[in-house]
């Protein structure tokens, strides 16, 4: 069956950086876009990043502001998201996520991981 099993995640300081791994099953990653989301206490959740099935596109949420870059291993079913200079607002539970095309729209994603907790303190 599908699977999306994330990890990585932890606390952190403010400043501070993780890198987020999702490791992909069941389904032909390489068919795939991929999306990392977040959700914090209380919030919806939002979108945070996205690439292409080969890797050569992504998108990027406007409170990353450059700091977050997304990445994908197709050889190793894996998609990464790096976070640099990480603030008390990032704190959320990261999901990744699948979807069969190249969008934004949480609402287009088919597949979800179960989340990591990501926590910032200041």
């Known amino acids: 069956q599908v699977q999306l099993v994330e990890s990585g995640g932890g606390l952190v300081q403010a400043g501070g950086s993780l890198r987020l791994s999702c490791a992909a099953s069941g389904f032909t990653f390489s068919d795939y876009g991929m999306g990392w989301f977040r959700q914090a206490p209380g919030k919806e959740r939002e979108f945070v990043a996205a690439?292409?099935?080969?890797?050569?596109?992504?998108y990027y949420a406007d409170f990353v502001k450059g700091r977050f870059t997304i990445s994908r291993d197709n050889a190793k079913n894996t998609v990464y998201l790096q976070m640099r200079t990480l603030e008390p607002e990032d704190t959320a539970v990261y999901y990744c996520a699948a979807v069969r095309d190249f969008v934004r729209d949480i609402r287009e994603y088919k597949y979800w991981g179960q989340g990591t907790q990501v926590t910032v303190s200041s």
């Open positions: 690439i292409s099935w080969a890797g050569g596109g992504t």
